[in-house]
């Protein structure tokens, strides 16, 4: 191997490890690209082969039902047929559970709020109970991060928790708009679904949690500190979260200086 090509493989050795074997070949490229080091993906992989560096591949998407056995109105499918596509952060957030297996053979859950513009995880909990209160306090940390706005589209499946007085009460004095997947669809909310799948891929090699403390700590590790600021999404042109955001908030600065420069309102 030259001195040359030895370097891009110890660079590219560097990133696989850095995101804890979480990148493939994709990622890798677009990471060194960031740090000023293009090198071609047919490398990459060829020098990932190499190393035999493999990447943790997320569980196959398992559609599941949500049980809906429950006597309250449902509300309507507002994103269905490609009805209210988000243009920008806020107007669409989607919200999902997930079990989290603990090590005594007992479950904790975790809710997360995601906004399907910029992929950021703008509100999430975890809990030893699977109620309301889960998916109302991680309501509460998406509208305290600033991820809601009026007329906000929230979308989930039709669990209880969703139709719960208090659930609706908090979106009803937040302005936005309540949206449920038809009937025993999950594929009316498979971006939810995909988000855990690759979740506990990369998070949870082990199988288990300890216990809920130690799966609420290690959930926020992952995703105030890796997942939205620095994981690189195909669907954001391999930027993180943040900064996709970022690049968006910088462009909307600039159209309103232009605007101020030529004399509009």
């Not at 370097?7 to 560097?14: C, H, I, M, R």
Request: glycine residues 8%; contains cysteine.
């Amino acid at each position: 191997m030259s001195e040359q090509k030895a370097a891009v493989a110890k660079q590219v050795e560097e990133v696989f490890y850095q995101h804890r074997r979480r990148y493939g070949s994709r990622r890798i490229v677009a990471e060194l690209a960031a740090q000023g080091n293009p090198v071609g993906r047919f490398q990459v992989r060829s020098l990932m082969r190499r190393q035999k560096l493999q990447a943790i591949a997320p569980r196959r998407f398992v559609p599941r039902t949500t049980d809906s056995r429950h006597a309250y109105q449902v509300s309507p499918n507002l994103l269905m047929d490609g009805k209210n596509v988000a243009r920008q952060a806020g107007e669409v957030i989607i919200g999902d559970i997930t079990y989290l297996p603990l090590r005594s053979g007992k479950w904790s859950y975790l809710a997360t709020w995601q906004d399907t513009f910029t992929r950021r995880i703008v509100g999430w909990a975890v809990e030893a109970r699977m109620t309301d209160e889960l998916v109302t306090k991680a309501f509460a940390k998406a509208v305290e991060g600033g991820g809601i706005t009026l007329n906000t589209i929230v979308h989930t499946d039709r669990g209880s928790q969703y139709v719960s007085h208090n659930f609706r009460a908090q979106l009803q004095a937040h302005g936005c708009r309540q949206s449920m997947s038809r009937r025993a669809n999950c594929w009316d909310n498979a971006q939810a679904e995909s988000l855990f799948s690759r979740y506990k891929a990369e998070l949870l090699e082990d199988g288990v949690f300890e216990d809920t403390g130690q799966a609420r700590s290690e959930t926020f590790s992952y995703i105030e500190g890796y997942y939205n600021r620095l994981r690189r999404h195909s669907a954001l042109g391999y930027k993180s979260p943040e900064e996709f955001e970022r690049e968006i908030n910088l462009k909307k600065k600039g159209s309103s200086s232009e605007s101020i420069v030529s004399g509009k309102t």
